[in-house]
């Protein structure tokens, strides 16, 4: 996978979110996946407009 930037506000990038994910525990539930993952990269805490990015990049990620 390609990485590229989601979160410009933060300059967040798939790669920095996959990573995050991997650093938590198993997540099941996208919106959990989420808050850990802004917890640990404040995407989304800018403008916000990465919110459906974030989501939609978790959930590709969880179900790989």
């Known amino acids: 996978m390609e990485n590229y930037t989601i979160c410009n506000c933060k300059q967040v990038t798939r790669f920095d979110v ?4 991997e650093k938590g525990r198993t997540f099941e539930d996208v919106q959990m996946a989420f808050l850990r993952v802004q917890e640990l990269t404040h995407c989304s805490t800018g403008c916000g407009g990465c919110y459906s990015k974030i989501l939609d990049a978790i959930s590709d990620i969880m179900h790989k």
């Not at 996959?18 to 994910?21: K, P, T």
């Open 18 to 21: 996959e990573e995050a994910l």
